[in-house]
């Protein structure tokens, strides 16, 4: 079962930065890729990132493009996200996502992590 477990989450004011980290672990993990969503109050879960496990291409929503950058440590079996420019906006909870090569999407999400840009 594979386990993640997201932090780095916090209080920002409006055009700080903040980093978020995820780290898998569990038997076998078989990475294809690594993403990052998050869920603001009363709105639908939405797609912030994504990274390849091989190669590491990268695939940004519009809304971040430009202040937000992805990565990942293939040895740590981490990825990390790091948010610059921070805007009220960006209020949200964060979760860290996997997909292996056993499943064709995100099948293991992590609990979330709370960001909170003040204005």
């Known amino acids: 079962q594979v386990q993640l477990v997201e932090s780095g989450g916090g209080l920002v004011q409006s055009g700080g930065s903040l980093r978020l980290s995820c780290a898998a672990s569990g038997r076998p993990l078989s990475i294809v890729a690594m993403g990052w969503f998050r869920q603001a109050p009363g709105k639908e879960r939405e797609f912030v990132s994504s990274i390849r496990w091989s190669g590491g291409s990268t695939v940004y929503s519009d809304s971040v493009k430009g202040r937000f950058t992805i990565s990942r440590a293939i040895r740590k079996n981490t990825v990390s996200l790091q948010m610059h420019s921070l805007k009220p906006e960006d209020t949200a909870d964060y979760y860290c996502?996997?997909?292996?090569?056993?499943?064709?999407?995100?099948?293991?999400w992590g609990q979330g992590t709370q960001v909170i840009v003040s204005a």
């Open positions: 996502a996997l997909q292996s090569v056993a499943a064709s999407n995100y099948a293991s």
